[in-house]
């Protein structure tokens, strides 16, 4: 497990859900802080993918344990 400096609990949440609640956070986080995003929602892979694209932010780890997808994000 990453070290991380926020966790958003976006589990039985439906899209658009999760990557609004991944934008909102980021946008309040400092440079170089991480943020762990775990997801239960199929369609938060490619959401959060493309929202990282935009915002310029990196995924430095993802997985999938059981049903949850974990995300790890850091702020640039």
Do not use: W
């Not at 589990?11 to 991480?34: A, F, H, W, Y």
């Not at 943020?35 to 959401?47: Q, R």
């Not at 995924?59 to 850091?74: A, E, G, M, N």
């Amino acid at each position: 497990m990453l070290e991380f400096q926020y966790e958003l609990d976006a589990r039985d949440d439906s899209c658009p859900s999760p990557v609004i609640k991944t934008k909102q956070q980021l946008l309040s986080m400092n440079s170089g802080e991480v943020l762990h995003v775990m997801a239960t929602d199929p369609n938060a892979t490619e959401d959060i993918g493309l929202l990282l694209a935009t915002l310029h932010d990196e995924l430095i780890q993802t997985d999938k344990q059981d049903s949850v997808f974990h995300f790890y994000i850091r702020k640039k």
